[in-house]
Structure formats: structure tokens, C-alpha cells
């Protein structure tokens, strides 16, 4: 079996738990399966490499020359920790140590450049964010080597080729697979273990791109499909997708098996699971993916299957989550009825502010529309809609445009829930009974997730109370 085995921060973010890793990796070789590893930058506590390399790249721009001097001294001790702790002392350690003392002389060269300058383009960002995933990758393809296995450190630099969108760069498929297909597949004929940086790519010309939110686990999910991987393998420090947030339900459990589309509503909804866009390589190719804990790896963790697998099971209802801090706004007015494109300029004004909109609701009379973005963005989105429809204001055609805030939404998830009777009504049941009122209500047409708007205040309880109907509603 092939398998990309993507760790994150905390997987790599201490000699112990390198090594763990490394022993994770190895129990994999040992049963046989081909094995390619993608690593975070370190995730040390209370903050993570990626952090300290961007915070040094900030003060450098405010300049501040003694900061990014602290950082780089920071770097260089918590790396050369880690190293110390898994590579035993001779000419592997001294290479691998003068690597890492390159990079952080780099951090700093760069830091100076932008301070002379006095200007942080995406760009240099770019090049110094994926720093720490370059030395990450380094110590773990050591730390395999001391095991008596062959492993390749492997910029991502030189697979993942990309457009010019710094900070947020988007893959180039085929120029992307042309260049995995010549690099790794050699070295595993080999028996030699790659271990490639994630988060970072490269334009066709060379140049150090990121993969934005989520970019380790897009770097996996790229390699997967380029490679046809049997299955993708999400290493972190949870034991999988929980049916809701733990500090909000004590007894929230790990799901066992979802769906792409599944996984995918649950994301969207502030769930901390894998981000839509970092699974689509692998919902597009039908690879499996597994989330897993490395330090409770005997968990099953969860497996995320193509929609409809029957591994997924029936479940009406698999999880509850929630994301806080919105505003819903409303636009009114009798003047809307029958009146086309009101909804297209409504959300036309709304993306030119750059605001993402989370849910949306639409009375049957079409004299309201109602739609769900983050508290931060409700004046300037008013103020858009209002510039928007300054005209119809004054015509009284519109009454008015305003916010209640703050509020939840709050998400149901389950591709069961489709033909189930009666789901919506134990739903509103349940939080009628518990006092809580419901402003506002959505539902997608693929009837996987039903989402409702509560009073913030009411968010904790709005959860605990559809958490204990998982367990209620029967699977079909």
C-alpha cells in the first residue's frame, strides 16, 4: 500500500515527539507499505515556528533590529534542542546542524533586506514562512537515517508548482504532477523515504510560494493524487473529528467515518477539521483520507470517505458545531417584491468589501433577505448595501438595512439527515423546550446540514442540546 502520512506542528515539535513520529513512519515501512511524509514547521509552545519566523519579518518592517536577533537566536537553540534529542553526535549531526544554522543566518539576511528597505511584499513573506517547514523536514529525514532507514529531505520548492498568488498561491495540476511524478516515485523504487516540506511551493520561474490556511495538508492531499496513493493520512494532536467542540459538550466523542461533503459542512462551519480546499485533490481522485493522533495512535481515528461509501454509515445526525461572533444582517422593504437582481446586487456589494458570507436566508415574499457575515465586517457591509441602494432608499422601495448582533450559527451535519422524516422538527423541538430562540434558519439542497442562527449567549446551550439528540435520532 502507498501512503502520504502528512504531522503536523505538535507531531514535530520536540525531539520526543520526532521521535515518535519517526517510529510511526517506520512501523509503516516495516509492514511493507510505501511511505511519503509530509512535516509542519515545528509546532513548540506557546509559539509555533512558522509564528516567530513571521513576527521577525514584522518587527524588521516596523524597524526593529533587535527582534528579529532574538527570534533568530530562539530558532537556532529550540532546532538545534530537537536535533540534539534524535541525532547522535558525528558528521549527520554537524551537516545537519550547519543546514539549520544556513537557514537562520537566511532568516536574518532576509529580515535585514526588509528592514533597509522598509517595505514586507507577499512575496518576502512567502520566503521566509516556509522556513521552518525546510528545517523541520531536515531533522525528521535525519532522525530516519539514525533509525537505519534511507530518507530524502524534499522542498516542496521543486513539486508543487504554482501561480504568482503570494500568501494564498493556487497549484498549476499538471505542471504539479509532471514534477512529483519525476522526483518521488524514484526514490521510493529506491527504498529511500522522502520527506517533503509542506505549506511551501514555487511559480514556474522558482519563486517561494505558500499554500495559504491548511497548506501542510494541502501538500499531502497534492501528493496523494499525484501519486495515487491507497490512502492520505492526517497525523495531529487530536484523535480525530469529534461530534462537537469538547469545551463546549464534555462528552463529545470521535466520529468514527464522514464523508468528503460531510467533513466539508462541518469545516465551513468553524469545526477544526481539515480545511474544504486542502481535500479536494483527494475528493477529486477518490483517495481515503485518516486523521489520527500521534500520541494516541492505537485510536482509529477518523476516515474520511467518497459521498454515498457505505463506511460511512447512515447516521442521521453525526455532529454539532458552532461559530460565533456574527452579525445578521437584513435588508427590508416592500418595493423588493418581484423585483429581479436584488439578491445578486446585495451580494455583489458585499464580496467588493471583501467579506465572506457564512448563511443566508430569504423570506418566500422576497420583501427580506437576511444573511449571516462576521461581527467585524456588519458597519462596513451596512454601509455597502447602503451606498448599493441608495436609490431605492429614497424611493421608499427599501425601509432599511441593519444588524442583530452578536449571534451564532449553529450546524447539524449528517448525510442521513437526507429523508430522515421529522429531523427538523426534533431539532426545533429540542431547543424550544430548552428556551432557546431560533432567528434564523438554512438549509442546503443536498439536505446535509441544517444550520440555525441563535443569541450568541445561547450558543453553549444550543449545542449541548442537539449534541444529546445524536445518540436519539436513529440511523436509517
Not at 226 to 255: F, K, N, Q, Y
Not at 452 to 465: G, K, M
Request: charged share 20%.
Amino acid at each position: 500500500m502507498q501512503l502520504t502520512m502528512k504531522f503536523g506542528g505538535t507531531s514535530v515539535g520536540s525531539a520526543a515527539a520526532i521521535r515518535r513520529t519517526v517510529e510511526l513512519v517506520g512501523q509503516q515501512v516495516d509492514e511493507g507499505h510505501q511511505v511519503v511524509v509530509v512535516v509542519s514547521a515545528m509546532g513548540i509552545r506557546p509559539v509555533k515556528v512558522t509564528d516567530l519566523l513571521l513576527q521577525g519579518a514584522h518587527a524588521a518592517v516596523a524597524d526593529d533590529a533587535e527582534k528579529p536577533r532574538e527570534i533568530a537566536a530562539l530558532l537556532r537553540q529550540v532546532h538545534q534542542e530537537a536535533i540534539a534529542g534524535v541525532v547522535e553526535e558525528g558528521e549527520l549531526r554537524q551537516a545537519l546542524l550547519a543546514e539549520i544554522d544556513a537557514f537562520v543566518r537566511r532568516f536574518s539576511d532576509l529580515c535585514g533586506a526588509v528592514r533597509v528597505l522598509g517595505e514586507l511584499t507577499p512575496r518576502a513573506l512567502d520566503a521566509i514562512a516556509g522556513m521552518g517547514e525546510q528545517m523541520a523536514a531536515r531533522i525528521v529525514a535525519a532522525a530516519l537515517q539514525t533509525t537505519g532507514r534511507p530518507a530524502a529531505a524534499v522542498d516542496a520548492t521543486a513539486l508543487i508548482v504554482t501561480d504568482a498568488g503570494f500568501q494564498d498561491a493556487t497549484p498549476l495540476v499538471e505542471e504539479t504532477a509532471s514534477h512529483i511524478e519525476a522526483t518521488l516515485p524514484p526514490l521510493l523504487a529506491a527504498n529511500t523515504i522522502p520527506v517533503v516540506t509542506g505549506f511551501i511551493a514555487a511559480t514556474p520561474d522558482g519563486i517561494t510560494t505558500t499554500l495559504g490556511r491548511g497548506g501542510s495538508d494541502y501538500t499531502a492531499a497534492l501528493l496523494g493524487r499525484a501519486l495515487a496513493s491507497d490512502e492520505v493520512w492526517i497525523w495531529t494532536d487530536v484523535d480525530g473529528v469529534m461530534s462537537a467542540d469538547p469545551r463546549l459538550v464534555p462528552e463529545a466523542h470521535t466520529i468514527r467515518a464522514l464523508t468528503y461533503r460531510e467533513v466539508g459542512e462541518l469545516a465551513y462551519y468553524g469545526a477544526r477539521v481539515l480545511h474544504p480546499r486542502t481535500i479536494r485533490p483527494c475528493v477529486e481522485a477518490g483517495i481515503p483520507l485518516r486523521i489520527k493522533n500521534t500520541f494516541h495512535p492505537e485510536n482509529p481515528g477518523t476516515l474520511i470517505v467518497a459521498d454515498g461509501s457505505p463506511v460511512a454509515g447512515n447516521g442521521a445526525m453525526k455532529a454539532v458545531t458552532a461559530i460565533g461572533n456574527q452579525s445578521l444582517i437584513s435588508l427590508e422593504g416592500n418595493g423588493m417584491l418581484g423585483i429581479p437582481g436584488i439578491a445578486a446586487r446585495t451580494f455583489s456589494a458585499v464580496a467588493r468589501q471583501g467579506v465572506n458570507v457564512l448563511l443566508i436566508s430569504q423570506a418566500s415574499s422576497e420583501q427580506s433577505i437576511c444573511f449571516s457575515v462576521p461581527g467585524s465586517s456588519a458597519t462596513t457591509v451596512i454601509g455597502a448595501l447602503e451606498d448599493e441602494f441608495a436609490g431605492e432608499f429614497r424611493r421608499r422601495d427599501m425601509d432599511r438595512v441593519w444588524a442583530l448582533e452578536p449571534v451564532a450559527i449553529v450546524t447539524v451535519v449528517g448525510a442521513g439527515m437526507r429523508g430522515t422524516p421529522g429531523i427538523a422538527g426534533r431539532l426545533f423541538s429540542a431547543l424550544g423546550n430548552a428556551g432557546i430562540n431560533i432567528i434564523a434558519i438554512a438549509q442546503g439542497s443536498s439536505e446535509c446540514s441544517i444550520s440555525l442562527v441563535v443569541d450568541e449567549a445561547d450558543t453553549r446551550d444550543a449545542v449541548q442540546e442537539i449534541h444529546n439528540l445524536l445518540q436519539v435520532v436513529p440511523a436509517r
